[in-house]
């Protein structure tokens, strides 16, 4: 870290102490490792959408907002008498050298996967003797799809795998067939039970495929809500209403906004 480097991030530190300080923010003051919950979790979503759209203004704003709160939180565990930022610096400085020895020792690893295992040979010998499972350390609120992933790829790590996408998707044929016969029962327990069978096997295609299961809905949740809202308007042009048109007339203005954004997509040259 460079000296002006270090210099801004004192001064943020500074603020973070005044602003809880006495004189300080009132909204500030009167928040809580609690209250600051949802902040983290909507700042870090915020910084991911930045990302994904590809601003560097916006990384720069989003990816600041998620860095206050973690600085928020040192100074909660300071005024508390429990931690301080150098104690979290230290704390990961340390843990990464430790988990790196192929970089700050003498180890040898041949590829990303094989540092991804010695990474996880590292933790695991990390729990001062007590049994730890791998799949810890996956956090419950995560949205289901990156947890269901996350939990996966930990799984793979340690071998637990199918041999590839091919094998995931015999996987999914059988899981589809299992929620046809719980239709056919009409036994609504064991629908829900497959149907998310269903989803977690998709989820292994999805990953042996290299793509990201959550970035993959949330595309088509975009382009769904992109044909929805073009039909919408399609709709009101003809100064019709939604409610008032037959389905087979949504259906025909839907199958019209889908061909008008094929044709719309630039063609190879």
């Known amino acids: ?16 102490e005044r602003l809880r300080g006495e004189g300080g923010c009132p909204w500030d003051r009167e928040q809580t490792r609690d209250s600051l919950k949802p902040y983290l979790i909507e700042e870090a979503y ?9 601003r560097p203004e916006a990384m720069i704003e989003e990816l600041g907002d998620v860095l206050f709160q973690i600085v928020f939180h ?12 150098s104690d979290l610096l230290q704390r990961l400085s340390q843990k990464m050298v430790r988990r790196h020895p192929h970089v700050f020792g003498d180890r040898v690893v041949g590829s990303a996967k094989e540092a991804l295992a010695q990474w996880e040979s590292i933790k695991q010998s990390e729990a001062d003797g007590k049994r730890r499972s791998v799949l810890e350390g996956i956090p419950r609120s995560l949205p289901a799809l990156l947890r269901a992933q996350r939990m996966q790829v930990k799984a793979a790590r340690v071998g637990f795998d199918w041999k590839g996408p091919a094998a995931a998707w015999t996987k999914v044929r059988e899981e589809i067939q ?10 609504r327990a064991r629908i829900q039970e497959e149907f998310g069978d269903l989803l977690f096997s998709l989820v292994n295609v999805a990953r042996l495929l290299d793509l990201d299961a959550e970035d993959s809905l949330q595309q088509a949740i975009q382009k769904f809500r992109r044909r929805f809202v073009e039909m919408e308007a399609e709709i009101a042009a003809r100064g019709a209403r939604l409610a008032d048109t037959s389905l087979e007339a949504l259906d025909c203005a839907w199958e019209a906004v889908k061909a008008r954004e094929t044709n719309r997509r630039p063609t190879e040259p």
């Open 1 to 16: 870290m460079t000296d002006a480097v270090g210099s801004l991030f004192e001064s943020l530190l500074d603020i973070m």
């Open 46 to 54: 915020e910084a991911v959408e930045a990302i994904e759209d590809g």
């Open 74 to 85: 040192a100074q909660i565990g300071r005024e508390r008498g429990e931690f301080t930022m």
């Open 178 to 187: 299992e929620v046809d016969e719980a239709l056919g029962q009409e036994d």
